[in-house]
Nanobody, 119 residues
Framework: QVQLVESGGGLVQAGGSLRLSCAAS????????MGWFRQAPGKEREFVAR????????YNADSVKGRFTISRDNAKNTVYLQMNSLKPEDTAIYYC????????????WGQGTQVTVSS
């Protein structure tokens, strides 16, 4: 399996920006589609964004469309989440996850990085 480590979280004011990174190691990065998820206090984990192995296809949740952008650099084994126009409701722990090509489930998860947006 691939090992994932997120970074880039922090405290930001509403309207600000953050860029999260997720570094992968252990297996060939290009055999995985990658996703970002988040979990707010007292809520279930929810999908945020997804990118396929070649960056040909991306998909964002409606709640972040037009504000968040997922990208990846396969040469650096890293996936990114650029978050702009942040809102207090974006406050959550953000996790990256890897989905092996040909499988439905995400089988590898990072430890998460906290994002807090103040009003």
């Amino acid at each position: 399996q691939v090992q994932l480590v997120e970074s880039g979280g922090g405290l930001v004011q509403a309207g600000g920006s953050l860029r999260l990174s997720c570094a992968a190691s252990g297996r060939a990065f290009t055999i995985y589609n990658m996703g970002w998820f988040r979990q707010a206090p007292g809520k279930e984990r929810e999908f945020v964004a997804r990118i396929d192995w070649s960056s040909a296809s991306t998909y964002n949740a409606d709640s972040v469309k037009g504000r968040f952008t997922i990208s990846r650099d396969n040469a650096k084994n890293t996936v990114y989440l650029q978050m702009n126009s942040l809102k207090p409701e974006d406050t959550a722990i953000y996790y990256c996850a890897a989905q092996r090509l040909g499988r439905n489930e995400y089988t590898s998860w990072g430890q998460g990085t906290q994002v807090t947006v103040s009003s």
